[in-house]
């Protein structure tokens, strides 16, 4: 874990009070707020938030250089899982990672065929993170370690405090400088993907209209308390604004968390009292344009030639008196497109804004630029979106090979295959359970961070399922073919499939194995799938003890699994 080599120690980095921070809020921006209270207040929040423009998730390392740097150091990524130093454009070791696990949100069939991308590539939870710290914090909640088992001296896992987890076996504790960054990520989530149905709830809850249960609400309040809004956060609120038009109203509003879940449950919220300035809060009058702010820049990352990839900017305003005049202008405007070119001042002035389509159709490799302007409207001056986006050659993928799992456990096992030699920007895993017992299948599939990982955890195992599991690759919209299929049966033994029988006998304090040829290396395992023994060369006649109970034996020349009760 220790052998990179752009890895350093840095000193702990000093934050500031928020109220020394400059942030950037357009005016009238959360106007929609005043006048609310308890739910209102939160669906309010929700409406305001959602209205973002969805980002690729192969263009967010465009991104992390403006979101996620250090104000005095560009070139260094901010990670806030290690105090290790990475540089942008040699980020090999780091994942992108969803501050709350994606495993956490129910697949889209289970949620009401409710579009889970926009939580996938909302870039106001996903920071680029250490590998080996993002790998040992799993899909584990937020909590305090009471005994560790992993310490990079910023991120530390291990057993949860007692009234932590959710019943998580373990929980992900970062370091204090972060607590209330991690909160107020929270808090935001809570509230923009309130709609979604959560598969594991050891944070979050369903049916119930805060979202969050209440030990976490405890730890997340005290933890936004104690840890302030920095200018880190207030920089990268702005930053991410110019991404994807929309910002984290809790590191704007401090004590908004309050009102919610804190001490000022039930009160009503109004701007003045968040010490908001007056033109943050208000507008004079002229026309004005919210959304988008100029400096916007939207980057479609790569999209392979053939396919086309569509981004929303939401155009909102306040007082327009005219129509909004858009269109795309400047160097490669032919591969960009929009569908209209003119925007009524009754939907640009509305509360949801106009969405408007930007479309990338690129007809040859290579990258590609082109600005969008928006005027008129009664607007003094305009206001110019850069539109980046690059074009690559269709790309070939071959099927891979899922491997045998690894790490089983009663309770959990890892997934692994074989790594092709292309490109590949993450892996998809579709896993099946049989339910011996309900006679319930469910499948469900899985996605890496990148495409440098070739294994995937799963923590989930019960007894008396089956589990099976196949892999593809996933690289500019085009997908491989399903992989074979691994199965790990109820006992925990992986890859069953009958071939080459051998005679398992028996006996008193173990069994027998009669086998015409030398067979090569054997294992047996008990029946929750741990290893009991294992012999390099198993030939005819050979006795192996064991005490009383189950066992499986697996040769490495036979994919037949042999059950043996020894009396």
Same mark, same amino acid.
């Given at each position: 874990?220790?052998?990179?080599?752009?890895?350093?120690?840095?000193?702990? *980095?000093? *934050? /500031?009070?928020?109220?020394?921070?400059? !942030?950037?809020?357009? !005016?009238?921006?959360?106007?929609?707020?005043?006048?609310?209270?308890?739910?209102?207040?939160?669906?309010?929040?929700?409406?305001?938030?959602?209205?973002?423009?969805?980002?690729?998730?192969?263009?967010?390392?465009?991104?992390?250089?403006? @979101?996620? $740097?250090?104000?005095?150091?560009?070139?260094?990524?901010?990670?806030?899982?290690?105090?290790?130093?990475?540089?942008?454009?040699?980020?090999?070791?780091?994942?992108?990672?969803?501050?709350?696990?994606?495993?956490?949100?129910?697949?889209?069939?289970?949620?009401?065929?409710?579009?889970?991308?926009?939580?996938? @590539?909302?870039?106001?939870?996903?920071?680029?993170?250490?590998?080996?710290?993002?790998?040992?914090?799993?899909?584990?909640?937020? =909590?305090?370690?009471?005994?560790?088992?992993?310490?990079?001296?910023? @991120?530390?896992?291990?057993?949860?405090?007692?009234?932590?987890?959710?019943?998580?076996?373990?929980?992900?504790?970062?370091?204090?400088?972060?607590?209330?960054?991690?909160?107020?990520?929270? #808090?935001?989530?809570? $509230? /923009?993907?309130?709609?979604?149905?959560?598969?594991?709830? #050891?944070?979050?809850?369903? +049916?119930?209209? &805060?979202?969050? +249960?209440?030990?976490?609400?405890?730890?997340?309040?005290?933890?936004?308390?104690?840890?302030?809004?920095?200018?880190?956060?207030?920089?990268?609120?702005?930053? *991410?604004?110019? $991404?994807?038009?929309?910002?984290?109203?809790?590191?704007?509003?401090?004590?908004? #968390?309050?009102?919610?879940?804190? +001490?000022?449950?039930?009160?009503?919220?109004?701007?003045?009292?968040?010490?908001?300035?007056?033109? @943050?809060?208000?507008?004079?009058?002229?026309?004005?344009?919210?959304?988008?702010?100029?400096? /916007?820049?939207?980057? #479609?990352?790569? *999209?392979?030639? =053939? &396919?086309s990839l569509e981004y929303t900017l939401y155009i909102k305003g306040h007082g327009l008196n005219n129509p909004l005049s858009v269109k795309v202008y400047l160097y490669d405007k032919d591969m960009f497109s929009i569908p209209v070119n003119m925007v009524s001042r009754s939907m640009a002035n509305s509360a949801e804004g106009y969405p408007l389509t930007i479309t990338y159709t690129p007809t040859a490799v290579g990258d590609h630029t082109s600005r969008l302007l928006i005027s008129d409207g009664g607007l003094v001056g305009s206001v110019g979106v850069e539109l980046r986006a690059r074009c690559a050659e269709v790309p070939v993928l071959t099927t891979l090979t899922a491997l045998d799992a690894s790490n089983i456990t009663g309770s959990s096992y890892t997934a692994n295959w074989k790594a092709p030699e292309e490109k590949v920007d993450y892996y998809m895993i579709t896993r099946t359970i049989y339910k011996h017992d309900s006679g319930e299948t469910l499948t469900d599939v899985f996605t890496t961070e990148n495409g440098e990982e070739t294994s995937y955890n799963f923590n989930d195992r019960h007894s008396n399922e089956t589990h099976t599991y196949s892999v593809q690759s996933y690289r500019l919209g085009y997908i491989s073919e399903p992989s074979n299929v691994i199965t790990i049966d109820a006992t925990g033994l992986t890859g069953i499939q009958a071939d080459k029988p051998l005679q398992v006998i028996a006996m008193e304090g173990g069994i027998l194995v009669k086998c015409s040829e030398n067979v090569g290396q054997a294992i047996v395992y008990n029946v929750s799938g741990q290893e009991m023994c294992r012999i390099d060369e198993l030939k005819d006649n050979t006795v192996i003890e064991l005490p009383r109970g189950i066992y499986l034996l697996k040769t490495a020349s036979s994919r037949q699994a042999w059950k043996i009760a020894v009396r």
């Open positions: 874990m220790m052998k990179r080599l752009t890895r350093i120690l840095m000193a702990a *980095v000093a *934050v /500031t009070a928020w109220m020394t921070a400059q !942030a950037t809020i357009p !005016a009238g921006y959360y106007n929609s707020l005043e006048g609310k209270s308890g739910e209102a207040l939160k669906n309010a929040i929700h409406d305001l938030a959602m209205q973002h423009t969805v980002l690729s998730y192969n263009s967010l390392w465009n991104y992390f250089p403006e @979101t996620d $740097c250090y104000p005095d150091d560009p070139g260094r990524v901010w990670d806030m899982y290690s105090d290790y130093v990475y540089r942008f454009g040699a980020t090999w070791g780091m994942n992108r990672e969803h501050s709350v696990p994606k495993s956490w949100w129910a697949p889209s069939g289970q949620n009401n065929n409710v579009n889970l991308y926009p939580s996938y @590539t909302d870039i106001n939870h996903l920071y680029p993170s250490d590998a080996d710290a993002n790998e040992a914090k799993l899909n584990w909640p937020l =909590g305090e370690v009471s005994q560790t088992t992993f310490d990079n001296g910023v @991120t530390k896992v291990g057993y949860p405090k007692i009234g932590q987890g959710g019943g998580a076996s373990e929980v992900f504790e970062p370091d204090d400088r972060y607590k209330g960054d991690f909160a107020r990520t929270y #808090f935001y989530m809570a $509230c /923009t993907y309130q709609h979604y149905i959560w598969r594991y709830t #050891f944070m979050l809850t369903n +049916n119930n209209w &805060k979202t969050l +249960n209440d030990w976490s609400v405890e730890l997340l309040c005290r933890w936004a308390r104690n840890d302030a809004v920095s200018d880190k956060e207030v920089d990268r609120n702005d930053a *991410v604004q110019k $991404c994807q038009n929309n910002r984290n109203p809790f590191i704007d509003i401090p004590q908004l #968390f309050e009102y919610i879940w804190g +001490n000022r449950q039930g009160e009503v919220f109004y701007l003045s009292e968040a010490g908001m300035s007056s033109d @943050t809060t208000t507008y004079s009058g002229e026309p004005e344009l919210i959304a988008p702010t100029q400096g /916007t820049v939207l980057d #479609f990352g790569e *999209v392979a030639i =053939g &396919k």
